[in-house]
């Protein structure tokens, strides 16, 4: 069964780095708020003036009734997704006991796994949705992300944490026993790593992969859980992306990447498309501005003439229906202004 867009409950925005996500995430939020749903915005670095427009003036990760000043009756809350603890919270979520948890967060060879395995900002998004899906006080979640250089990480990486703590060696290692395989260490392979590692390093290793024991399942359970909610027919994915031949080819792999994963684009969002500018025609002006007029307009006609073209493409060939948003020349951080995108995103629903 097909949910009409007005009637999905999760709204995913995403796409490339500074398109306008985190704005028009908030843009959907104030619209659905003040239609009467009970709002909620996932938001990801709001830059200051859109913060303050939420009520989000410092620094918090706690959930925040937004007051909008003109729609006292809209219910919208804010909460502001941190990245930088996600994995912490994970752990903190799996582990059996709080010195488990103690042991795994201190343990030096941790923090340089968390590192490498990145998108602790996806991670937390993804963790932020499956949280507040099961909540009933909210009707419409928006979920702003962080900006992925493909976006497609950001659905990878719970799978990616899942897939790094079912991975062979380190099953291997548990099952051999863990950190007694290296205090024991006589066997020659052992000696000859501690000789490059250095005995400290392994013995970290060691006493981390025995305390992760137990905590794997629970890793893949999340994993399943978070592709169901991402799969399911309340919610949709919106793309934000530019008109132009780099993004258009970007987002056929990313279309494709999703379809992979049995997830559709719902919506597709062209924002700042430059407006058609006419010539101006004024002969009261001095030769050399006019010329440097001309000049100017003719960029103008040719970057609008291409992102026409690209439109049409990405129409085309992702078959999604499609909003088109236009630069604006004043603040986009402003109630009605914001409202006013929401609307457009929504249509005449
Ligand atoms: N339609 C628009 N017209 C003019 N400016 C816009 C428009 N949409 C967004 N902006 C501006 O573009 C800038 C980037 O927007 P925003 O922070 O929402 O992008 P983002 O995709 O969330 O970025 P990031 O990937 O860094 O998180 C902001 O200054 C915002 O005010
Ligand atoms: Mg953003």
């Known amino acids: 069964m097909t949910v009409p867009f007005s009637e999905k409950r999760i709204y995913l925005i995403g796409g490339p780095g500074g398109v306008g996500k985190t704005t028009l995430a908030a843009s959907l939020a104030i619209r659905f708020s003040v239609q009467g749903y009970r709002t909620l915005v996932l938001t990801v670095d709001p830059a200051k003036r859109l913060a303050q427009t939420l009520g989000l003036t410092s620094f918090s990760t706690e959930l925040r009734k937004v007051t ?43 923090r340089t796994i968390v590192e490498s395995l990145g998108g602790s900002h996806e991670y937390a998004a993804m963790e932020q949705i499956l949280a507040f899906a099961s909540d009933p006080q909210f009707d419409k979640i928006i979920v702003d992300t962080p ?32 950190f007694q395989l290296f205090q024991k260490g006589t066997q020659l392979a052992m000696k000859a790593l501690q000789n ?30 978070v592709m169901e909610v991402l799969r399911g027919n309340t919610t949709a994915f919106i793309l934000v992306t530019q008109a132009s031949e780099a993004r258009f080819l970007e987002s056929l792999e990313f279309q494709k990447a999703l379809n992979q994963e049995n997830i559709q684009i719902s919506q597709l969002i062209l924002n700042r498309l430059e407006r058609y500018w006419p010539p101006l025609t004024s002969t009261q002006l001095p030769e050399a501005q006019r010329t440097w007029l001309h000049g100017l307009h003719e960029y103008f006609e040719e970057l609008h003439a291409l992102q026409e073209k690209w439109a049409k493409a990405f129409e085309a060939e992702l078959g999604v229906p499609t909003v088109y948003i236009q630069r604006l020349s004043h603040p986009t951080t402003e109630l009605h202004t914001l409202l006013d995108l929401g609307n457009q995103i929504t249509g005449s629903l």
């Open 196 to 225: 490059i590692l250095g005995s400290e390093f392994l013995e970290q290793l060691a006493l981390f992969l025995t305390d992760l024991q137990g905590m794997q399942s629970g890793f893949r359970e999340r994993h399943l859980a």
């Open 147 to 178: 900006p992925t250089q493909n976006a497609i990480d950001l659905f990878k990486a719970p799978q990616r944490l899942a897939d790094f703590m079912d991975a062979p060696v380190i099953s291997w290692f548990q099952k051999k026993g863990g």
């Open 68 to 110: 909008l000043t003109d729609h006292p009756q809209a219910e919208l809350h804010a909460y502001m997704l941190d990245g930088e603890h996600a994995f912490d919270r994970i752990i903190a979520r799996f582990a059996k006991n709080e010195q488990q948890k103690q042991k795994i967060l201190e343990n030096r060879f941790y």
